[in-house]
Every structure is written in structure tokens, then in C-alpha cells.
């Protein structure tokens, strides 16, 4: 254990952020611990080390703090975290501190919660599909094991129901292999975080679940370390214990809003729309700790949810997580003002994994087919649904007709359905057929006609 150094310099306290003068030895991500006056202790996180200067993160906060009387002691070790199995079914602060009631967790271990990079060489392709139960999710835009695949939403659009449900109801395909949720929720308000507590409690789910819920009255500075405490605990059970982990965290935009603030108070130069530059270097640090590393039995698979300001889906924060991830699944204003739910827009979701991980042995053989056939038919629906709301449907023929006739039971009995519904894979694809049949066989212009002999259920020929 290095020995620690208690500084009384602090020159400057600017939001989250103070300065202490006189040290020459601070290391970057090294943990401080500032004594307040009245006995208390914050812990922080050196941010910054020049020549006789640090520049350290307060994830408390720095109210109350006096520069003439308080104190900051480094430790000269980087911030880590006590990871073991009992912590499934736990509920944590979002800073790892226990608020279910139970006592500390008994360590297996410490981790680094800055995680290690994979080494690229080692990582293994993602091919295993991941089962959702949701049809829009598992039939067009497959989430494959070991992917990151982000959800797009908007402000007041279903997205916490989505996240549950999907916690809920996720598992590995044809396999008995070990499956964990680890859900990081970073600014909700009480009330959502009694909705997710109520939700993985009374399903069941929380018995393969870990929990980090940062409350919206929590330090905001707090947010920055929660995705990492999570990732931690799914780096842990993933590649230590040998289970498949999905990694669920919401919201990414109130974790960008906390850099923005850090990045404010250490008066850096911004970027677009205030945010600091370096933040898609930030969040690639986040989302690049998903994958499958070879020779380890173990997965970490990324849902991370965020959501758009003014459903403007080029904000910094979607258009930066689109470059980083395999695709993005996009929650639709109109769709929830129908009544779908969930309201996914399958037309500009995409899994760009999802070859790899569908077909024969994985889920169906006809699976790829009938998703391209469906986002044909749908896309041609929409098409016609905006020329008929211009010029009426009189020049419509019969075949455009069935178009519209399956846009409207795509979006009510495809895309939609009850909250408490899964769906298994052979019910999903099921449920596509009795949609597709509805059209003349030679309209299904993307399907090999083998799976048209076998699973064409309509009567026209």
C-alpha cells in the first residue's frame, strides 16, 4: 500500500472540481479522499497532474468545502471496486454503496473500475443472437452476444418500460449457459427508480440482476463513475465467472450532461453544443469494454438507452455513439401517439451484426429472408400511406391495397405488443408470416422459394 499524502493547498474550487497546488507526484485516475471541517470524508479522483498542481474530480461535490481548512489526502492507487457473485440480486448506490438493505458486499476480488482494453487480437467475433422477446428487436434488428447496440428515444417515449422488459425477458438461445443483467440508471427520478425496483423484483429478474441506480438528487458528478462501477461488475461475472452478462444503461445523455459540467469547471474549450471535445473518446471507453475475449467461456453484451434532445437524432451524443456502436434501435414519437409500444421504427434501426448471429442453428433458416421482406413491405406501405394522405387512395390497385393493409397490422401486431409479452424466435417469425401471407406469392420478391413452399400460409397464389 503506497503511502498517503494530506495536502491543506487547495488554491481553487470550481463546481465539482478543486485545485491543489504544492504536489509534483499525483497520478492521473489516482482516488483522494477531501476531509471536510465537520470530520466527513468525499472521495474524488485526480483528473489532472502538471508540476505542483492536481486537479481533482469531488464526486460528492464541493459544497460546504473551504480551501483555508480542508484537506485532501491522495492514497496513490486508482479507484477500484470489491466485485463478487453475491452481488446478484443486489441493489447499489451509484457509487456502489448498498441501498437494498443488505450488508457490504464480502469481496472475491478488486477491480479497477477503468477497466482494461481487449486486447483486439483476442476478441472473438460476435455470432450467438441474444433473445429479447421483443419482435421488432428479435426479428429485424437481432441483438447478437457480445454487441453494442444503442436505443434512440425521446423525452417522455417508453424507453425505462423497454429497458425493463427487455432485462426481464432476455436469455441466451439453446443454451443452459449462465445469464446476468447488470442496469446502470444514471439521473432517473424515485419514481423510475421504484418502477425498476418493483420490475426486477416482482418478475423475478432481480435474481440475475445487478443494480446501480443514480437518482436524479444525487451528486451529478456521481453519474461519471456509475456506467464504469457496472461495467466492472459485468467485466467480473463475465470473464471471471464465466457468464453471458447484458449491460442495460440509461440515461447516456445524463452521463454526457455530467462531462459537460466537469468540462465547465476546468473551463476547457468547447465543442459542439458545449461538450467537451474529447467525448467520444469518453464514451468509446465505455462501450469498447462489451465483447467476447477467446478462451474465456464469458460475454458482455451493451444495450446502452439515450436519449435525444428534441428527438434530433444528430445532438452530439446519438450521432457520437452511432459511429462507436453496431447500430441503433430508434423509439418513434408517432408510433407511441398510435399506441404501439414499444413504438420501434424499424426503418432506421439497424443491428449490424445480425448476419452473423440469425440462420440455421441460431435461430431459423428463413430468418434472414423474411426480416428483408419485411422491411421491403413495410417500407413500401409508408411509401404509399404518404402519397394516399396527398392525392387519396382512388388510383390505388388491389396489390397496393394489401400494402396498406399490412403497414397496419405490421405496426399494431409485429412491432406492438403487451408489455408483459416475450416472444420466443419461432414466434416472432411465425407472426411475420401470417403477415407476408396476406400478399400473392410472387409479391415476395426477397424470399428463397423453398421457405415460401414451406411457410406461405395465405390462399393466393
Known sequence: MPPLREFQSVVRVAGPIL???????????????????????????????????????????????????????????????????????????????????????????????????????????????????????????????????????????????LAAQITRQARVRGTDESFAVVFAAMGITHEEARFFIHEFSETGARAHAVLFLNRADDPAIERIITPRLALTAAEYLAFD????????????????EALREVSAAREEIPAR?????????????????????????????????????????????????????????????????????????????????????????????DHANVSSQLYAAYARGRRLAGLVAVIGDEGLTDVDRLYLLFLERFEREFVGQRKDEGRSFDETLDRAWDLLSIFPKVELRRIDPKYIEQYYRGEIG
Open 19 to 161: 485545485a491543489v497546488s504544492g504536489i509534483d507526484d499525483a497520478g492521473y485516475n489516482e482516488v483522494v479522499q477531501v476531509l471536510l471541517p465537520d470530520g466527513s470524508i468525499r472521495a474524488g479522483q485526480v483528473l489532472e497532474s502538471r508540476k505542483g498542481m492536481a486537479i481533482v474530480m469531488v464526486f460528492g461535490g464541493t459544497r460546504d468545502l473551504d480551501c483555508d481548512i480542508t484537506a485532501v489526502r491522495f492514497t496513490g492507487r486508482p479507484l477500484t471496486m470489491p466485485v463478487s457473485k453475491d452481488m446478484l440480486g443486489r441493489i447499489f448506490s451509484g457509487s456502489a454503496e448498498p441501498i437494498d438493505g443488505g450488508g457490504s458486499v464480502v469481496p472475491e476480488k478488486e477491480m479497477e473500475i477503468s477497466g482494461y482494453a481487449i486486447n483486439p487480437t483476442r476478441r472473438e467475433f460476435p455470432e450467438d443472437c441474444i433473445e429479447t422477446g421483443i419482435s421488432a428487436i428479435d426479428g429485424m434488428n437481432t441483438l447478437v452476444r457480445g454487441q453494442k447496440l444503442p436505443v434512440f428515444s425521446g423525452s417522455g417515449l417508453p424507453h425505462s418500460m
Open 241 to 256: 465467472c464465466g457468464m453471458h452478462v447484458l449491460v442495460v444503461m440509461q440515461d447516456i445523455t445524463a452521463y454526457c
Open 273 to 365: 453544443r458545449g461538450y467537451p471535445g474529447y467525448m467520444y473518446t469518453d464514451l468509446a471507453s465505455l462501450y469498447e469494454r462489451a465483447g467476447r475475449v477467446k478462451g474465456r467461456p464469458g460475454s458482455i453484451t451493451q444495450l446502452p438507452i439515450l436519449s435525444m434532445p428534441d428527438d434530433d437524432i444528430t445532438h452530439p451524443v446519438p450521432d457520437l455513439t452511432g459511429y462507436i456502436t453496431e447500430g441503433q434501435i430508434v423509439l418513434s414519437r408517432e408510433l407511441h401517439r398510435k399506441g404501439v409500444y414499444p413504438p420501434i421504427d424499424v426503418l432506421p434501426c439497424l443491428s449490424r451484426l445480425m448476419q452473423g448471429g440469425i440462420g440455421e442453428g441460431r435461430t431459423r433458416s
